[in-house]
């Protein structure tokens, strides 16, 4: 964990990934792998100074950043030298510091496809189903 962050503020997404627990990873022979991997968004990620003070909510790209740093942690992808899109992209509801996630990854390394989908707990009156808080599909293209 870096410790040098102004504000107190020092919890990276690597951090987030390293004390995440995988309740699932498969990879098959075709290439194609999925992730289900739990995680907590601790108050102290560096993704909150100043998003918003007084309201802190976790960003966007701080998501996408879970999902890409995910890919290179489980599946050994280095997304560094490649051009990412974005087709699609969903944040239906915000994130707060605190937070327990559930990563779903579906990492397609011969088409260079991942979709993906965050939810978190159930919200108070719903039917039970885990709230959406972010869904998306990347695709990489061939290296620079």
Request: proline share 10%.
């Amino acid at each position: 964990m870096t410790d040098n962050a102004p504000g107190g503020y020092a919890r990276t997404t690597q951090d987030v990934i390293n004390a995440a627990v995988p309740e699932m990873l498969e990879s098959h022979p075709d290439g194609v792998s999925a992730l289900t991997l739990k995680c907590r968004i601790e108050p102290d990620m560096v993704w909150f100074n100043g998003h918003f003070p007084g309201n802190p909510v976790y960003p966007g790209v701080a998501a996408l950043d879970l999902v890409v740093r995910s890919l290179r942690h489980f599946f050994g992808f280095d997304s560094e030298s490649f051009i990412m899109t974005i087709p699609q992209m969903k944040f239906p509801k915000p994130v707060f510091p605190g937070a327990a996630l559930t990563l779903s990854v579906s990492w397609n390394a011969p088409e260079l496809k991942c979709s993906f989908q965050i939810t978190g707990d159930p919200e108070p009156g719903s039917s039970g189903a885990p709230a959406m808080h972010a869904s998306g599909k990347i695709i990489f293209l061939r290296e620079l």
